[in-house]
């Protein structure tokens, strides 16, 4: 187990992390991405989802090839892929117990929106858990596992990476924090929805710290001790 007084900083991805991929929100915003780009460029949805999955795999987002290649707008794209029933979530008392007794301080980073993530969030009855929200716009729209996106996030929050630890269901995305000195927990999935179209990860990866497949449970062990409070995010450089 990992000792969490050598942690002042949680960070935490949103999708298909802060809750499982078992409770099928994301595949809403698969939907709408395929159905954006069939707009766009006038393709069929099956020859669309292709594309969406070669940009995603190729790019770190969807929304990254869309905008090299294709020049989007990308605050319509967001817009519009995350207008999605957030009803499937429920209420997640036992998560939000275990988060406010985590000593340090918690952080959403991921490649989403910020009001998405917030409506996550809520849905979940767990807002008041997080300092704050790095989503792709903060991140000047440079996604993970882009290296740069980390940095950003560093220099915004004030992360000292050595004290920080990261939670991802994708285990591609830890390597840029493992590489910057962040312990790395990967919360592995069966039949994750993204796997296929990635490369396939090890069984045993080098960059991972720690593996589990029920993360309340292993959060639930790391309540017990923390460290103070770290400064607060940079306020010079605003995430909103």
Same mark, same amino acid.
């Given at each position: 187990?990992?000792?969490? %007084?050598?942690?002042? +900083?949680?960070? &935490?991805?949103?999708?298909?992390? !802060?809750?499982? *991929?078992?409770?099928?929100?994301? $595949? /809403? ?93 809520? %849905?979940?009855?767990? +807002?008041?858990? &997080?300092?704050?929200?790095?989503? !792709?716009?903060? *991140?000047?729209?440079?996604?993970? $596992? /882009? ?94």
């Amino acid at each position: 187990m990992l000792d969490p %007084a050598r942690i002042d +900083t949680w960070v &935490f991805d949103l999708d298909n992390t !802060i809750y499982p *991929a078992v409770q099928s929100l994301f $595949p /809403q915003i698969d939907v709408r991405i395929s159905g954006y780009i069939s707009t766009l460029l006038s393709l069929g949805l099956d020859e669309s989802y292709r594309l969406q999955k070669t940009y995603y795999r190729d790019y770190g987002t969807t929304l990254r090839g869309l905008m090299s290649l294709h020049h989007i707008d990308p605050d319509h794209f967001l817009d519009y892929v995350h207008d999605i029933d957030y009803s499937v979530l429920k209420p997640a008392p036992r998560l939000g117990q275990a988060l406010a007794a985590l000593n340090g301080r918690k952080l959403i980073f991921t490649n989403g929106s910020k009001p998405h993530a917030e409506r996550v969030l809520a %849905a979940l009855d767990i +807002t008041s858990a &997080f300092e704050d929200i790095f989503d !792709i716009v903060a *991140a000047d729209f440079i996604p993970k $596992p /882009q290296m740069r996106a980390y940095e950003i996030l560093g220099e915004r929050c004030r992360v000292t990476f050595e004290r920080a630890a990261m939670i991802e269901d994708l285990e591609r995305n830890l390597l840029p924090a493992r590489q910057l000195g962040m312990t790395t927990i990967w919360f592995k999935q069966d039949e994750h929805p993204d796997e296929k179209f990635i490369d396939a990860p090890l069984a045993n990866p080098a960059h991972i710290d720690h593996i589990t497949d029920d993360l309340l449970h292993w959060l639930e062990q790391m309540v017990d001790l923390g460290p103070p409070q770290p400064p607060s995010c940079d306020k010079a450089n605003p995430l909103s």
